[in-house]
T-cell receptor
């Protein structure tokens, strides 16, 4: 089985721009969760989607949004980028309680 | 507030030596505790998952213990190898919110030849 894939792997954006990250879960997995990882804060939960519905949400501002498509692929969008949004963005898919992480998208905001 | 604290923040050991990483949590009500290994530039990979009733779980040279009474867990690595160099992250799930996990900040382990 192919693992979780994320695109792009690296991204450089300027303050004020917006960005869209993509995550393709393991085949058959309907849950996709998104996390932000920074050296200072560690991994922080953004949101979780299940069958195209947002099921859980972390404590991030409304600039962070996501969606899930009927094939379970998910996208995460960040609008009006700030320098502090520079981080590794990870998605994880699951079919039960076990989560499988993708390699992440490294976002740098300049 | 649900929290997970890991110690030490970083650790350097020689190849072949054993080491133990610690995790203390205040997540309640407890559902399960996971240890992940994260290589630089990669996503975390699950090593073990333990529920309330389990107090030891092994995965090759990795052995995790859980004391639900004191809310402590440890990850013991035996006969370390260079490939064990990574960040080890303790993650706790509260009952009823299996996908809203509380993450520790990790212990960065460096294994030197």
């Amino acid at each position: 089985k192919a693992g979780v894939t994320q695109t792009p792997r690296y991204l450089i954006k300027t303050r004020g721009q917006q960005v869209t990250l993509s995550c393709s879960p393991i085949s058959g997995h309907r849950s996709v969760s998104w996390y932000q990882q920074t050296p200072g804060q560690g991994l922080q939960f953004l949101f979780e989607y299940f069958s195209e519905t947002q099921r859980n949400k972390g404590n991030f501002p409304g600039r962070f949004s996501g969606r899930q498509f009927s094939n379970s692929r998910s996208e995460m969008n960040v609008s009006t980028l700030e320098l502090g949004d520079s981080a590794l963005y990870l998605c994880a898919s699951s079919a039960s309680y076990e989560q499988y992480f993708g390699p992440g998208t490294r976002l740098t905001v300049t | 507030k649900n929290q997970v604290e890991q110690s030490p923040q970083s650790l350097i050991i020689l190849e072949g030596k054993n080491c133990t990483l610690q995790c203390n949590y205040t997540v309640s009500p407890f559902s399960n505790l996971r240890w992940y290994k994260q290589d630089t530039g990669r996503g975390p990979v699950s090593l073990t998952i333990m529920t309330f009733s389990e107090n030891t779980k092994s995965n090759g040279r990795y052995t995790a213990t859980l004391d639900a009474d004191t809310k402590q867990s440890s990850l013991h690595i035996t006969a370390s190898q260079l490939s064990d160099s990574a960040s080890y992250i303790c993650v706790v799930s509260a009952e009823g919110s299996n996908y809203k996990l509380t993450f520790g900040k990790g212990t960065l382990l460096t294994v030197n030849p």
